[in-house]
């Protein structure tokens, strides 16, 4: 059974970065469309930011583009977000998720993803 172990979140002051983790712990991430989504309580799921199959494409949602990255270790099977200028209104859980449907159809809605991480908290404070 596909496992992701997420790392990485915290409590930060606005304006700080934080760097989260997402190891793959079976198939390589050539695998998969690897997406990260967030929530906060009494919300959906939100989405954050996907990377394509083959690590070149990536989307992001219009409140982080410009600020979060996503990007992968091939080495290590791990996908990270890089999260900077961070506000308050970025704290939510972290979902790192991972769907083995390639292409870009709906590649940020939680529903076509496959497996999912435990989540990892990230607090940033005024």
């Known amino acids: 059974q596909e496992q992701l172990i997420e790392s990485g979140g915290g409590s930060v002051q606005a304006g700080s970065s934080l760097r989260l983790s997402c190891t793959v712990s079976?198939?390589?991430?050539?695998?998969?469309?690897m997406g990260w989504f967030r929530q906060t309580p009494g919300k959906e799921r939100e989405f954050v930011a996907a990377?394509?199959?083959?690590?070149?494409?990536?989307e992001y949602a219009d409140n982080v583009k410009g600020r979060f990255s996503i990007s992968r270790d091939n080495a290590k099977n791990t996908v990270h977000l890089q999260m900077n200028s961070l506000t308050p209104e970025d704290t939510a859980a972290y979902y790192c998720?991972?769907?083995?449907?390639?292409?870009?159809?709906?590649?940020?809605?939680?529903?076509?993803?496959?497996?999912w991480g435990q989540g990892t908290q990230v607090t940033v404070s005024s």
């Open positions: 998720a991972a769907r083995m449907l390639v292409g870009r159809s709906d590649w940020n809605n939680w529903f076509s993803y496959d497996y």
């Open positions: 990377l394509s199959w083959n690590g070149i494409n990536t």
């Open positions: 079976e198939r390589p991430l050539s695998s998969y469309t």
